[in-house]
C-alpha cells in the first residue's frame, strides 16, 4: 500500500494544514526549514506535563521514574531510527538542543580534545597547526561555522569539496580533497538548498583509509529517506526533531559508541559528573550522560521519540517513494520559463527540496506572490550563502515537501510560479 492510499488519513493527523491562508487552502511547501507536527506528538508533549512531568535520572519518587524511562524510551526510538545502538551502557544517541547545538558540541569537544582535554584517548579528535578540516560548499552555516572557528581556534586548515554545475558534491575527488594530514570530514547528507543527496560512500571510504573523523549533516535526510548510519559507517551525526515531525529544541548527536567513550565533554554542570570537588578536576559520566549538561527538555524529547515511531508505522520506503513522486512535479519547475533550479534537474539522487530562481524577479517577491495563494515556501539564502554564490545568486526560493504534501499541491505551486513573472511585467 502507498501513502496515497492512506493520504486522507495521514494528512487529517495534521491539524495546522486544515486552515485557510488569505482565502486559499494552506498548501505548506517550507517542511525542510520546519515540518509540521501529527496530533500524536502534540499530544504526547502535553499527556507528559499533565501526568509524568518530573526531572529524570534523579529523585526516589515514581513521577522520576517514569520520567526517566519515558526518556530512554524515547532515545531508543530515535535510534531505532536511524539503526544507532540503544542497549544501557552502548548508547550512541546523544540529545541536544538542536542539530545547529550538536554540531557545535562536537566542535567544542574537539576543540577542547586539541587542548589535552581528555587525556590520550581524546588525542584522536587533537587538531594543531598543519591538519586539515573538510566541508563541502553545500554546506548550511551549522556546519560550516563551527567547524572554521574550529580550524581558527586550532590552527588548522579549513578546505572544501566543490560542487558540479547542478550542486552536488563533487564525491569522487574525494582522493585528492582528503589527505593525509585531514582529521575531520564534515559534509552534508543532503544539501539543504539544492536537495542533493551526497554520495557519501567515497568520502567515508577515503576519511577512514587516512585516520580521518566523518560528521554527517543528517538534517534533510533522516526526514525523507532510509537512513543505517552503521551502514553508511559515519562516525558521527546531527540533525533535528523538529524537521522529522517532532518538537522544536530537541536535536540529536549520533556518535560511534568507542567515539563518544573517548570525546571530551563539551558543556558543564549537574547530571554530566560522577565526581565533583573542589580542589582537583572532576570525574565526568560516561555517555550520553557526559554530553546532556542541564535539565532536559524532557516532554519535548519524549514527543520527539513519538515522531520517530509515527515515521516508522508509516516506513521510510513508503515516505522516500511517496516524496519521490512529489518531486517529480516539483521539478517542472524547470519547464517555467525563466525559471531556474538551483540544484539537480533529474529525480535521481535528490529529495523534494527545490530551491530556484526567476529571472528579474527577488524571492521575496515570487514568496509574497506565492503566499497570496495561500502557499507557504522559503526566500532567502536558507543559512547556505556559499551554495547560492556558487550559483551565482544571493538568495533564492525553496519549495520542499514532506509526506503530507500531495501531487496536487506541488503542481499548484508550479502554476502558481507560471504565473510571476506576468504579474511582475518581467519581458
Ligand atoms: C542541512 C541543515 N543542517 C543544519 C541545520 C540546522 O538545524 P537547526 O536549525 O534545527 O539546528 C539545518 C536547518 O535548517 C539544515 O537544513
Known sequence: MSVLDEFESIRQQFPILDQQIHGHPLVYLDSAATSQKPESVIEAESEFYRTINAGVHRGAHELAARSTVAFEESRAKIARLVNANAQEGEEEIVFTAGATASLNLLATAFGNASLGQGGAAAQRFALHAGDEIVVS????????????ELAQRTGATLKWFDLDDEGRVLADTASTVITAQTKVVAITHVGNTTGAITNIAPIVKRAHEVGAIVVLDACQSVPHLAVDFHALDVDFAAWSAHKMYGPTGVGFLYGKRELLEALPPANFGGSM????????????????????????????????????????????????????????????LGEVEGVRILGPNSPEQRIGTVAFDVAGVHPHDVGQFIDAQGIAIRVGHHCAQPVHRHFGVFASNRASSAVYNSPQEAQQLVDAVAGVRAFFRVK
Not at 137 to 148: D, G, I, M, R, Y
Open 273 to 332: 559528573v560522577e565526581l565533583a570537588f573542589m580542589d582537583k578536576p572532576a570525574q565526568y559520566m560516561a555517555p550520553p550522560a557526559r554530553f546532556e549538561a542541564g535539565t532536559q527538555p524532557v516532554a519535548q524529547i519524549v514527543a520527539a521519540g513519538v515522531a520517530a515511531d509515527w515515521l516508522m508505522n508509516i516506513g521510510m520506503e513508503r515516505v522516500e517513494a511517496h516524496e519521490a513522486m512529489i518531486t517529480r512535479e516539483l521539478l517542472k
Open 137 to 148: 560548499k553545500a554546506e548550511h552555516h551549522s556546519v560550516l561555522l563551527p567547524f572554521q
